[in-house]
């Protein structure tokens, strides 16, 4: 049996305090399925971004990959919308060709996880292009 989550998923962006948000994706029935915390300190115009999380198992393997675009994609939107100029994340190696997709080549080894940083404009240009607005990767264009 293959499950799935109700479409369409959507983001949003629960703000916690006056530095502290939460990136979240709901599915159509309301059940939330991915969160991810960012800070933003906007007098320093930085924001980072911190661990993507699958709070639901319930849908399919291209479904979470979309739920976690999305989960970047509003928090992007959000930060640059607040002034934040350069934004940073790490992950783990095994996430490395999903991060590099949308931030380029700008990571640092960094121990067992690898740092990414860079300007927030660049990296949400970077993201719009190579995605959708219902989390799809786009094909690369050549």
């Known amino acids: 049996m293959l499950l799935m989550w109700a479409e369409p998923l959507t983001p949003s962006i ?48 291209r479904q979470t ?23 940073e994340t790490r992950a783990p190696e095994r996430l490395r060709a999903f991060a590099e997709r949308f931030t380029g080549d700008i990571s640092e080894k960094d121990g067992p996880t690898v740092l990414y940083r860079g300007d927030a404009a660049t990296i949400q240009t970077r993201t719009l292009d190579k995605t959708n607005d219902a989390g799809d990767v786009l094909e690369e264009r050549r």
Do not use: C, K
């Open 14 to 61: 629960r703000i916690l305090d006056d530095f502290n948000m939460l990136a979240q994706v709901n599915a159509a029935d309301g059940t939330l399925i991915a969160t991810a915390p960012f800070v933003i300190n906007r007098e320093a115009h930085t924001g980072a971004f911190g661990e993507m999380n699958i709070t639901s198992r319930d849908g399919g393997p």
């Open 65 to 87: 990959q979309r739920a976690l675009v999305l989960l970047v994609r509003a928090a992007l939107r959000f930060a640059t919308g607040e002034g934040v100029r350069h934004v």
